[in-house]
Nanobody, 118 residues
Framework: VQLQASGGGSVQAGGSVRLSCAAS????????MAWFRQAPGKERELVAM???????YYKDFVKGRSTISRDNAKSTVYLQLNGLKPEDTAVYYC?????????????WGHGTLVTVSS
């Protein structure tokens, strides 16, 4: 499975971005999809994930200002981020996993940079 993330850019604090991640080479509906991010000097961290059936999960730092969604017909997962803060500046990665009961994610995209200025 190949994952191609897009939609990053430079945004002012309080603004919004919509990230997209298009998958190819696999059966998209079989995969749990997630967004991670890695800020400069920090470890990669989970932002949000969505199950095969569409159940959403968010980390506390984006809860209430973020929406993850998937379009199985387009093999694409989205991340809408609102109320952006400078601390949201990071490279955002999408990931996919189709293995039951195995920790971690099987496939990773290259990431898209979101820069939030104050």
């Amino acid at each position: 499975v190949q994952l191609q993330a897009s939609g990053g850019g430079s945004v002012q604090a309080g603004g919004s971005v919509r990230l997209s991640c298009a998958a190819s080479g696999g059966t998209f509906s079989r995969y749990v999809m997630a967004w991670f991010r890695q800020a400069p000097g920090k470890e990669r961290e989970l932002v949000a994930m969505i199950t095969k059936l569409g159940t959403e999960y968010y980390k506390d730092f984006v809860k209430g200002r973020s929406t993850i969604s998937r379009d199985n017909a387009k093999s694409t997962v989205y991340l809408q981020l609102n109320g952006l803060k400078p601390e949201d500046t990071a490279v955002y990665y999408c990931a996919a996993d189709g293995r039951p009961d195995v920790p971690g994610y099987e496939f990773w995209g290259h990431g898209t940079l979101v820069t939030v200025s104050s």
